[in-house]
């Protein structure tokens, strides 16, 4: 069965070309339902952050499986996807383990070892994991990846210096306005983005951080951990919000531009000689860009952040070649795991059916002699249990061992085994049977 990973992340499309393609988060799990019903895919995952959306998944049919993927991105999401093939990559095998598990360490991210990759992958995997659309392959690689990342952080100068997209982004402002004392700080949106860059304004001196956000019960709570130096303000207010923002942050769930050149140039008729900065770190991005053609406002959206804060990554660099030391072994784990399972329904099937038989002569045998003492009896089965066993060893150690070694040879091997002993284990699987549910990572 082919294992497959296909996506578009910031190495081949631009920013507007990934939110135009984003799934909504809210969808996601609705998403999985009905990527998983889909013939020729057995287990599938997706994987959304801002700077990727990948879909990982075992197939039937190689050909066939990637060609309902790509009709599932465009039937699901009802838009047009002509230019998907433009930027989207498929990887294939040993590739798409080794790119996972390199996503998963931080390696593949806009900003080397950034803080939140690792979460966003438990994320993916515990919403599939909900939609049921993960089978033992997917559990297995995810765990892996899950392993190497925390690994990789652990053991490795990869996560050190502080350094994720939110930080990026207060670090981007800092070079456009200078200290930030004194400054009034617009954060728009409240999640785990916007809590983090408002938390890190806090440490940078920020004079007075407004939170501003779709629920504002969540705009209270973390206003409350910055204790006294922020207030909020409600989406209506956005406008009065941003005539008093020196620089504007923001990173919210929304399909839509929340901030427009209509508010915008509102904002800036009470503030003419004052200039605005915005920070743009959603995808889909949360600021129509022609907010630029208003005098004294600025912009930077996510891909605008990439070479923003290259000298403090120079310990991160160095760390690379440590990482790919544990990627290299988590993908050789897992490999060997993957390649052996075609030999796992085989030995079962023939344990299960030499116990039969031995079970069954073993009572023939005994109803014949009902005379035979406790002794005699323990005897005899002990006796037959191990004439089963060292028949049996050889052929479960060579198989096992092939199917590490040659993954073609193994299933010869093992077809060869099945039908010999007519044991019917390679036969008879249907899309998700293997399917089933599994514990949640852990933290």
């Not at 082919?2 to 578009?8: E, F, H, I, S, T």
């Not at 990559?89 to 360490?105: C, E, K, P, S």
Request: proline share 4%.
């Amino acid at each position: 069965m082919p294992l497959v990973c296909l996506g578009l992340s910031h190495h081949t499309a631009p920013v507007e070309v990934r939110e135009r393609h984003a799934f909504p988060p809210h969808k996601m799990g609705e998403a999985l339902i009905a990527l998983r019903d889909y013939e020729a895919v057995r287990e599938a995952l997706m994987l959304q952050t801002c700077g990727r959306l990948e879909i990982y998944a075992e197939l039937e049919d190689y050909e066939i499986g990637v060609g309902q993927v790509k009709s599932f991105l465009g039937n699901f999401r009802h838009g047009d996807v002509s230019d998907m093939d433009s930027y989207m990559y498929t990887l294939l095998g040993t590739q798409a383990i080794d790119h996972l598990i390199r996503v998963a360490t931080g390696l593949d991210s806009m900003l080397i070892g950034e803080a939140e990759i690792l979460g966003q992958v438990k994320d993916a995997f515990v919403q599939a994991q909900r939609a049921r659309s993960l089978g033992k392959t997917l559990n297995k690689l995810f765990r892996e990846a899950l392993e190497a990342g925390k690994a990789a952080r652990t053991h490795t100068a990869i996560g050190g210096d502080s350094v994720s997209i939110a930080t990026a982004a207060v670090a981007c402002a800092h070079d456009h306005v200078g200290d930030l004392s004194g400054k009034s700080v617009l954060v728009i949106g409240a999640g785990k983005m916007g809590a983090l860059a408002a938390r890190r304004l806090k440490a940078d001196g920020a004079g007075e951080i407004v939170l501003l956000n779709r629920s504002h019960k969540r705009a209270l709570q973390v206003a409350d951990e910055l204790r006294g130096i922020a207030r909020t303000a409600e989406m209506p207010g956005l406008v009065n919000a941003l005539a008093v923002a020196d620089v504007v942050v923001t990173s919210t769930g929304a399909s839509h531009f929340v901030v427009t050149p209509g508010n915008v140039a509102e904002a800036m008729l009470a503030r003419p000689q004052r200039p605005m900065f915005i920070v743009d770190i959603a995808v889909p991005r949360d600021v129509d860009p022609e907010v630029t053609r208003i005098p004294g406002v600025g912009l930077v959206d996510v891909d605008g952040l990439k070479n923003v804060v290259d000298v403090t990554l120079e310990k991160r660099r160095e760390a690379i070649p440590l990482v790919e030391e544990i990627i290299a072994g988590h993908v050789e784990r897992f490999q060997q795991w993957y390649q052996s399972r075609v030999a796992v329904p085989v030995i079962a099937s023939l344990t299960k059916k030499a116990e039969a038989i031995r079970e069954g002569e073993l009572e023939r045998l005994f109803a014949r002699i009902p005379n035979l003492g406790e002794r005699e009896r323990a005897l005899i089965t002990g006796t037959s249990r191990t004439i089963v066993s060292k028949l049996l060893h050889s052929a479960i150690v060579r198989i096992r061992d092939k199917a590490a070694e040659n993954h073609a040879e193994a299933l010869t091997h093992a077809k060869m085994l099945d039908e010999l002993f007519e044991l019917q284990a390679l036969t008879g699987e249907s899309a998700f049977s293997r399917a089933l549910p599994v514990d949640e990572p852990d933290e």
